[in-house]
């Protein structure tokens, strides 16, 4: 959005607006999150049993989604209807009934974890940093996410313990790129994880992640990529009237231990590659000062 100079007083001080109701909320939420943990620990105690938290985490991701400024969007890749497993997922619900499905997503920001997880019951893989994050890291920890720390040798533990979820029916999200991106390409994908479904003869089922800004162009808000800070992504994202998510979801991939899966991830990612290309285009996102709109 283009502003002329009479005119950026006005925004600057409509965000700070935003930002300000924002944050009230946001307090009122955290303070509901950790209510709502304490009573389950306390109902665990009771009934003498982990009880589920999935469907409560997924009410709560939507919320959060809903106080962050995100519009959703789900809709199916062009490439979905010509798929032989396309009845497999129940498309006027998009991916609310699937069960059992390994799914793989691109990476772009922490706001992937409360996009997706407000569409589908899912256990989280993620780095072990966000079971410190405020609210993103309470409710991902109460959802059951696996967290794994960054060279740490625990590919074969996590990947045994993805295929023990699956196995139980249970959706699990990875992030094969293992890091996060600007958004408008796909980074390397690694395969070494996907190789549980292969294991479980589970279906994968590919998404691709896309954040718009109100002008339908690729966000440069919702990224957080590199050196960026918490706080201060979220800051600016508070100022932010709208972000929409999309969600494109893509065939399920049918897979089993003889499959090769170095070859699927490779064509995966150029799925989502070209979903990206063609509702982003192929320019590298330029990024904002954060200088000049850091807190």
Not at 7 to 29: D, E, G, K, Q, S
Not at 37 to 49: S, Y
Not at 89 to 116: A, E, F, T
Not at 124 to 132: D, G, T
Request: glycine content about 4%; aromatic content about 6%.
């Amino acid at each position: 959005m283009d502003l002329d100079q009479a005119t950026i007083p006005f925004v600057i001080m409509l965000a700070n607006a935003r930002r300000l109701v924002r944050i009230l909320l946001f307090a009122l939420f955290l303070t509901l999150c950790i209510s709502t943990a304490l009573l389950f620990r306390v109902a665990d105690i009771v009934v003498r049993r982990h009880l589920d938290r999935a469907y409560v985490a997924r009410i709560y991701l939507k919320w959060l989604c809903r106080l962050c400024g995100m519009r959703l969007q789900v809709q199916f890749a062009p490439d979905y209807n010509h798929s032989k497993q396309a009845s497999l997922v129940n498309q006027p619900n998009g991916l609310k009934h699937i069960r059992g499905h390994l799914i793989i997503s691109n990476h772009v920001s922490w706001l992937d974890i409360p996009v997706l997880g407000s569409q589908a019951p899912l256990k989280f893989l993620s780095k072990a940093e966000v079971r410190n994050w405020p609210v993103i890291g309470l409710i991902a920890g109460a959802a059951g996410t696996l967290f794994i720390k960054r060279g740490s040798g625990q590919s074969e533990s996590i990947k045994h313990q993805i295929q023990e979820k699956l196995a139980q029916n249970q959706n699990v999200l990875v992030f094969p790129e293992g890091t996060t991106s600007d958004g408008t390409s796909i980074k390397r994908m690694h395969p070494r994880l996907l190789a549980s479904a292969c294991n479980a003869e589970k279906l994968i089922q590919p998404l691709t992640v896309m954040y718009l800004d109100e002008d339908n162009r690729p966000s440069r808000i919702a990224p957080f990529i590199g050196d960026d800070e918490f706080h201060k992504h979220v800051w600016r994202l508070f100022g932010q009237a709208r972000v929409t998510a999309v969600i494109e979801i893509h065939p399920p991939v049918t897979v089993t231990p003889e499959t090769d899966i170095a070859e699927v991830t490779h064509k995966i990612q150029q799925r989502m590659q070209a979903s990206i290309e063609r509702r982003l285009g192929s320019q590298p996102l330029q990024r904002l000062d954060q200088a000049s709109i850091a807190p």
